[in-house]
């Protein structure tokens, strides 16, 4: 084993930790000054580092950005129909007062696929407070299943920016990846939603913030219908994995198969679901071409800081292979025989309670990870459940570190100490849960 290396490595990854967390620098630059330095630090020419981080951010934006950009572009038409909101309403009435919690954690689970996380829970939080307000129960008792729905599919399932950033960056198929992490969702929703939020709210009582109570919440009536809405939503996802699934069905010289091939790319999925938003906005919610643009260019604001960062993550897996460091990293692991899904995920998890951003986490974990395909390579499926190996990962243990954290403890009202008993235990039930699921499935692969 070469040392030197070694050293390099330990050295970069500690440097990329301290420029975040204590520096405060942002991690698009803090990810560039690291693959900088560990280039040049493992015997790189400079222009061999420039040539590596040129290759590793231009190969992964060819993909990340188009997809985020899409995905993001489409969040925010459904938002600003009202869309999003016609779903929480839907599926609250179709369950009933009975499975309340149910309905909240599906409510998650669906709106999280188009929307950021912080904005969709910003949303429905006024959701939350009417029914806690009518019923005098403890706020968590709704909250917990929402935020554990929202979390789970941010973090499993695309074209959420985690999920789609860790996908390219160790060549998993989108389609294996939407199938796991529903898999695999399904299961860390019901522990760390319904049956968490139940236990949680009987032990710690949450008031409604004095602002919102007894306030009710105004649904949109121009906003979309609940059909319209779910199936612009499902739509590119099922296309993704018809795509996936077609090889095993058709013929590989099938013009069907080449169809189904094209469609059910993330560009064109993407690209026709967001087409389709655009006209149901206009012709269902009355939203003039110039409103509709400026919902558009809005959405775009947030993806950009995630693609810049997902290029950046990029530059740094391609100066790690091209210096030789992830190899070296690679066969070391190798040799002593560790699963490669418990690797990703303690890799990411370690990121991710050092410096809080979850993405990051994924970036770092999925940037460290492909090294190590290069020499051990794996089958699309397997491919596919390391992606939600790493993202379970990077939700664990979320802390004062992480901005979700503050977001929920403001929204909520709840003190930093309740915040760690309720928020920080169900995203670390979500990762523990995720990671079981993930070395389960793969015994059968």
Known sequence: MNLSLFAVAGAGIALLLFLVIRLRVPAFLALLVTSLLVGLSSGLEPAQVIDSIKNGMGGTLGFVAIVVGLGAILGQILESSGGIQRIADSLIKSFGPSKIQWSLGVTGFIVAIPVFFDVAFIILAPLLYGLANRSGRSLLYY??????????????????????????????????????????????????????????????????????????????????????????ILLPLLLIMLATTAPFLLAPDSALLALIGFLGHPFVALTIATILALIIGHTQCDLSSEALLNIANKGLEPAGIVILITGAGGAFKQVLIDSGVGQMLASVFIEAQFSVFILGFLIAAITRVAQGSSTV?????????????????????????????????????????????WLVSRYLGMSEKDTLKTWTVMTTIISLTGLLSCLLISLFL
């Open 143 to 232: 909250a917990i299943p929402l935020l554990a729905g929202l979390a789970i599919t941010h973090s499993f399932i695309p074209p959420t920016p985690g999920p789609i950033a860790v996908a390219e960056l160790v060549k998993a198929d989108l389609g294996w990846v939407i199938l796991f992490g529903a898999i695999t969702g399904v299961p860390a929703m019901i522990i760390a939603g319904p049956w968490f939020g139940r236990v949680i709210a009987n032990k710690i009582f949450i008031a409604v913030p004095e602002a919102h109570r007894d306030k009710a919440t105004v649904s949109n009536a121009s906003s979309p219908s609940f059909t319209w809405v779910t199936s612009i």
């Open 361 to 405: 986490a994924m970036i770092t974990g999925a940037g460290l990870m492909a090294p190590i395909l290069e020499l051990q390579p794996m089958s699309a499926p397997s491919l596919g459940l390391l992606v939600i190996a790493i993202s379970s990962g990077a939700t664990i243990l979320s802390h004062v570190n992480d901005s979700g954290f």
